[in-house]
């Protein structure tokens, strides 16, 4: 006797259809007939089983952020289902398409207070671009079709709630209307390519024309486009400057590019941004609106190909609706070139000034070894296509200043939604995607400590993600908010500190400690060269602060009076920044570039004195 067909078996074939390869998530009783309907087409697409079901969602994000392709991932009912809300919010957040299907209580149940009794549809409207309830097995074609045609096309999160009755109700059972023809949907789709029209082209050309001074604000729209990007940049003679989540979009050693922007970025990209008379923006909308020309400095042309974010940080004088690539090459030939080469010229050594600062922070022979060591190293160690999964906190200043991406490596971490704990899910999601590429996670230990079970789920699914974590034992981002943004003392950011190395190991991973800044670059690459899982563990300078490109006045008096209210070891916190001013005094890209001779002299003395103070704190 044949297998009864249910209405989860037509669900998970539809998906199949759709070219799905991979799912992402976690059991339970609210969703076992999804299950069984997974199981039973294990050959035709891959279950990668997690720990928590935010990390199904957000590997998820990963895995459509690095292929291009839906992710899916599912939960069951009630609080499976919640926690997949912030991957889901980091889909709509992030422009990643994704599908996410829940459980849901017994059809004719919901609403009677029932076990785990939620209008999951409801809980998700104001997140899903996409949001049904599966209403019967005759539904499931259908929503199915325009869920996934609605996360492909507008980049997004798409959710299905699929009650647990219907998951395994035979997919012929229940009332079919006349007019639900079947087979009336289909899983046809291609990405639409848009480039505006010629006169809009036009228009752009003429508003850039004659300008001499040109920037090129690039983000995540950009990614792909990185041929014409500099073909351009060539033409209008026009520094790139990249919003973190475009970093890859150009490598980092690119002529052309000044790096990251905003309080990561570098010197050459402030400037940039600050003189320029012409900005073109492509596929962008960096928050950080202080950071734009100021209103009436420079002319805009943005590129994008969602008409509702023109204009969104920077008043734009020529829109351009359509694909970043597409767009470029349209708009190229209208270019006229710009023979005045000073202000990317200037640029250019600005960033070679950049780099060299860079390069003294990242082999600093300092112990505790300075948070800029291990990221500097970890250059060497990458492979030629790797991927780079970043994550939230003092980590990101690092990851956007001192890992040099080149031609062929990826990169990516929840920049606009800004969640902590993405760097391991997002490899989860990358590695399933890629297994033959190498995967590393650059994270801090409290990211990294708010999903650190799912490393088990690279142990499990032999996932090869190499694990390199900044301890530092605080929440450094938000300690350095309290004070530098606030004025406050630090309260509340202490990290109980873990032993990363023996948790590798109680995993059946490797787990290695790196704590020398003259062994780092050896062990990291011992460390990325071996097989399996592995979970680097750099024990670095808690102090170390994430200087910005320029020390603002506001900053130093909120500062100032952070330490004087009280701040936890302010001696030594005073002590690092000012032997970091002296030693950097002399590279014209760091901050401390105008400190005078006797301001320096000044420095040292006090540097003294405040060393005597950070022993006796210690000591207390």
């Not at 809009?200 to 014409?228: F, K, N, Q, S």
């Amino acid at each position: 006797m044949a297998e009864q067909r249910t209405a989860a078996d037509t669900l998970v074939d539809r998906l199949v259809d759709w070219g799905v390869e991979a799912i992402f998530g976690l059991p339970g009783d609210g969703i076992n007939g999804l299950m069984e309907a997974l199981r039973k087409r294990r050959d035709r697409i891959r279950y990668v089983h997690v720990r928590h079901e935010e990390v199904a969602a957000m590997a998820a994000v990963g895995y459509a952020k690095f292929t291009g392709r839906l992710g899916v991932c599912f939960a069951t009912s009630g609080p499976g289902a919640v926690h997949l809300l912030n991957g889901l919010l980091d889909a709509k957040v992030e422009q990643a398409p994704l599908l996410a299907i829940t459980g849901m209580s017994y059809h004719d149940l919901i609403g009677t207070s029932y076990l785990q009794d939620i209008n999951t549809d409801y809980l998700f409207n104001d997140i899903a671009l996409y949001n049904q309830r599966i209403m019967g097995p005759a539904h499931v074609t259908n929503v199915v079709d325009y869920a996934v045609r609605t996360a492909l096309s507008q980049r997004g999160p798409a959710h299905l709630a699929f009650p647990i009755d219907y998951q395994a109700a035979p997919a012929g059972s229940g009332p079919r209307y006349v007019r639900n023809v079947p087979g009336h949907t289909s899983t046809t789709f291609r990405t639409p390519v848009r480039v505006p029209c010629r006169a809009d082209l036009e228009a752009a050309a003429r508003t850039l024309a004659g300008r001499t001074r040109v920037a090129i604000l690039a983000g995540a729209g950009a990614r792909g486009a990185g041929d014409e990007l500099e073909a351009v940049a060539e033409l209008l003679g026009a520094p790139i400057v990249k919003a973190q989540l475009g970093k890859d979009c150009v490598p980092d050693d690119s002529p052309y590019t000044t790096g990251p922007i905003g309080l990561v970025g570098s010197l050459p990209s402030e400037e940039a941004l600050e003189q320029c008379d012409a900005l073109l923006i492509v596929g962008s909308t960096m928050p950080y609106i202080e950071y734009y020309p100021k209103p009436g400095q420079a002319v805009c042309v943005q590129i994008d190909d969602k008409p509702e974010r023109m204009g969104l940080r920077c008043p734009v004088d020529v829109p351009l609706c359509g694909d970043a690539g597409a767009t470029l090459a349209a708009l190229r030939p209208l270019l006229p070139r710009n023979d005045d080469r000073r202000f990317l010229t200037k640029a250019q050594e600005g960033m070679a000034r950049w780099w060299d600062l860079i390069a003294e922070r990242g082999t600093r022979s300092d112990t505790p070894m300075k948070p800029q060591v291990p990221a500097w190293a970890l250059n060497d160690a990458l492979a030629p296509d790797a991927i780079v999964c970043g994550d939230s906190g003092t980590v990101t200043t690092w990851t956007a200043r001192q890992i040099r991406l080149r031609r062929g490596q990826r990169f990516s971490f929840s920049g606009t939604n800004c969640s902590m704990a993405a760097g391991l899910p997002y490899a989860i999601g990358a590695q399933t995607a890629y297994p033959g590429r190498q995967v590393v996670v650059f994270t801090g230990d409290g990211s990294l400590t708010m999903q650190l079970g799912d490393f088990l789920t690279a142990v499990q699914h032999d996932l090869p993600i190499k694990v390199v974590v900044l301890r530092n034992d605080t929440l450094g981002l938000i300690k350095w908010e309290q004070m530098v943004f606030l004025g406050n003392p630090e309260y509340g950011v202490d990290v109980a500190p873990l032993d990363f190395v023996k948790f590798a190991e109680a995993c059946g991973a490797k787990g290695v400690r790196i704590d020398d800044p003259g062994r780092c670059a050896t062990q990291l690459a011992d460390a990325l060269a071996a097989d399996g899982p592995v979970i680097v563990e750099c024990v670095v300078d808690q102090h170390e602060p994430p200087m910005p490109a320029k020390i603002r006045k506001d900053q130093v008096s909120k500062l100032t009076k952070a330490l004087r209210s009280g701040t936890p070891n302010r001696n030594r916190i005073a002590l690092d920044m000012v032997k970091d001013l002296l030693d950097e005094a002399s590279f014209q890209a760091s901050p401390a570039r105008a400190i005078p001779d006797r301001a320096g002299q000044a420095l040292s003395g006090l540097a003294g004195r405040l060393r005597d103070r950070a022993d006796d704190e210690h000591s207390e």
